[in-house]
């Protein structure tokens, strides 16, 4: 019966005390203002504003017509909000490299969770070799992990340095190099291994840990050094400047499809963890 666009209008005039500094708020016309009021007192059928050449002031039931208004315009937003959240429906098992959920991850995920609320998430945790077996054997549908740099699975998103990761000032290592390492099949263990052997470095795995959290209390309780990815380095470690230690290159930050054709609410997680990825990493 009362048209949203003749309330707001009703209030604005209400607030400012006259048509023309509502229309000043409104970017609307003085004549667009009064035609907007006219409407919607022939709609009501009474009278709402008092009107005389200088003074403009509510009649009683342009008070009541204010708490309507304001009622009215609160239940459509609430009707708009909830109409306009996410319809889908469903469950998708995401996997997730344990240094990405400890960093980027949360907060992609909670924003995924609040435009999605129907949506059913489930997150497991753990290596990303580990993660692409258990999605093969079909119990992840997608997987957000690492991979070697020339290596073609999954959709790129973005590559990030290898570093050697210490303490604060921490002593240059010197052989055999005590490195702090995740289990196998872990990438990072695997390519600090390597890189040490080619150097002609020796090398003695001094802890193994199966989280990020664990791998941090390693190194800073000084049983060792770690391979690390530089921007997403555990807070209180640090990239070791030793040019006695061999570079480590790269790895990759993939996102993996288990179906050829994704479900609504897959690819919605896809295109979250995508734009948010892309946003994070733009200079």
């Not at 996410?86 to 969770?113: K, Y």
């Not at 073609?152 to 921490?170: K, N, S």
């Not at 989280?211 to 470690?237: C, K, M, N």
Request: aromatic share 6%.
């Amino acid at each position: 019966m009362f048209e949203p666009e003749l309330l707001r209008t009703f209030l604005a005039v209400e607030r400012a005390g006259g048509f023309t500094a509502a229309g000043r708020i409104l970017g609307l016309r003085q004549s667009t203002v009064s035609g907007h009021v006219a409407r919607l007192e022939k709609a009501a059928g009474r009278e709402l504003f008092r009107r005389d050449t200088r003074n403009l002031a509510l009649t009683a039931d342009g008070a009541a017509m204010v708490g309507f208004a304001r009622s009215i315009l609160e239940a459509q937003h609430a009707a708009e909000q909830y109409f306009s959240q996410s319809t889908l429906t469903g469950l998708v098992r995401l996997g997730a490299s344990d240094d990405l959920v400890a960093t980027q991850l949360p907060d992609i995920l909670l924003d995924f969770r609040r435009s999605h609320p129907g949506v059913d998430l489930q997150l497991t945790v753990g290596l990303s070799d580990n993660l692409k077996s258990r999605m093969a054997a079909g119990e992840l549908d997608l997987v957000f992990g690492k991979r070697l740099p020339g290596k073609e699975e999954g959709e790129f998103l973005f590559r990030d340095r290898l570093v050697w990761a210490g303490r604060p000032e921490a002593t240059p290592p010197t052989d055999p190099v005590p490195l702090v390492v995740y289990p196998e099949p872990s990438l990072t263990r695997r390519v600090g291994l390597e890189t040490l052997e080619r150097a002609g470095r020796a090398s003695r795995v001094a802890c193994v840990s199966d989280s990020q959290l664990g791998l941090r209390a390693a190194v800073l309780a000084g049983l060792g050094i770690a391979v690390h990815v530089e921007t997403l380095l555990p807070t209180g470690l640090f990239p070791i400047d030793d040019p006695n230690l061999p570079e480590l290159g790269d790895l990759e930050f993939v996102l993996i499809h288990r179906h050829a054709v994704s479900s609504g609410p897959e690819q919605a997680l896809s295109e979250a963890i995508l734009a948010n990825t892309r946003r994070l990493r733009q200079p």
